[in-house]
C-alpha cells in the first residue's frame, strides 16, 4: 500500500472512531425555588435517588451523592437497529436530600448507571422512562437502592460495592410533587413518567466485586 493509501486508511478509522463516540447532551440542574424556563424540546424531569449502604440510609449526603447517567440510543433508519447512535447526559447527581430535577431535551431514556460519588463497581440498574412529550414535568418516582460495601485503607483504595440487595422504584407523587410548587413551570404540568425495568434485564453490578490485593 502506498504511503497516501495508508493516510486515508488512518483517516478513515479516525472519523468511524469519532462517529461511533456518544453524543453529551445538556442537562440544566434546577435549584429549589428555581423555575425554569423550558425551550421548545424540553422537558424538567425529576424525583429523588435513596441509597441505603450496610443497613444505613446515606440521606442526608455527604461527599458520596449519588452520580449517574442517561442515554438516549436512537436507531439510524438507513442502518436499522445494528447501528445507534447514542446521546448521553453524564455526571448527573442529587441534593443532599436525594431530589434531582433537571431540564433536559425531551426523548427516551435509560439509566446506563447509579452508584454513591467514588464508590465502584458501577450498578446496571436496568431502568428507563419515556419523556416524549415536551414542555411537560416528569416525576420518575423515587429510585430506592440497597447495597452492602467496604472501604478500603480508610477509603484510600477506594469504596467497593460488594453486594447489591434490593433496587426499586417507589411512587410518592403527592410528596415529592409537593416540594416543588413554584418550581414547575405553569406551563409544563406534572405526569408520572415512572422509571421501569428494561425487559429482559435485572439491575446489577457492572463488574465482579474482587478485593484489593495487599503484598507483604
Known sequence: MKPSGLLLTFALLIVSGCASLPETLNAR?????????????EILIFGRILFTESGKSKVPYGLGKPIWQLANPEAD????EQSKKRKILPFLSTRKDGVFAYVIPAGRYEMTHVEPLGYLPHIDPALEFDANEPGLAYYLGDLEVDID?????????????????????SDRFDEISAQFEGTIPGSAPSRKGLLSRIHGRVPHLKEQFIPPVIHR
Not at 440542574?29 to 424540546?41: N, R
Not at 433508519?77 to 436499522?80: I, N, Q, R
Open 29 to 41: 440542574s434546577v435549584e429549589p425555588g428555581e423555575t425554569p424556563t423550558l425551550k421548545q424540546d
Open 77 to 80: 433508519p438507513a442502518l436499522g
Open 149 to 169: 460495601a467496604s472501604i478500603w485503607l480508610g477509603g484510600l483504595w477506594g469504596n467497593y460495592i460488594t453486594r447489591l440487595n434490593h433496587l426499586d422504584v
